[in-house]
């Protein structure tokens, strides 16, 4: 299924956390932390200011970003689980090395 978002929305694929600890200690489930990172997989025309004008969004297909932990909406397009997110929600991008 293709997915457009609307106004200032996009949708991002979460991307899995670290499974161990940095001094090696593997991390259960529950012990996992609710991810914050993500892959942006579409996003919408921006929204409408005040005078009518379209404000783009300053991330684009591909980018990878931090966000707020409980922003957003989760969904299951084809068994992939998304999160369509406002870009408010939208913390960060996260620079390339």
Do not use: H, N
Not at 54 to 63: A, C, E, F, M, Y
């Amino acid at each position: 299924m293709k997915l457009k978002p609307l106004g200032d929305r996009l949708i991002v694929q979460a991307l899995e956390e670290e499974e161990t600890t940095a001094s090696g200690i593997l991390l259960p489930d529950t012990a996992k932390e609710k991810p914050q990172r993500g892959k942006v997989i579409a996003v919408g025309d921006g929204k409408i200011d005040d005078s009518g004008k379209r404000v783009p969004i300053d991330v684009k297909d591909g980018d990878e970003v931090l966000y707020s932990k409980y922003g957003g909406t989760e969904i299951t397009v084809d068994g992939d689980e998304l999160l369509v997110l406002r870009e408010s929600d939208v913390l960060a991008k996260v620079a390339k090395k």
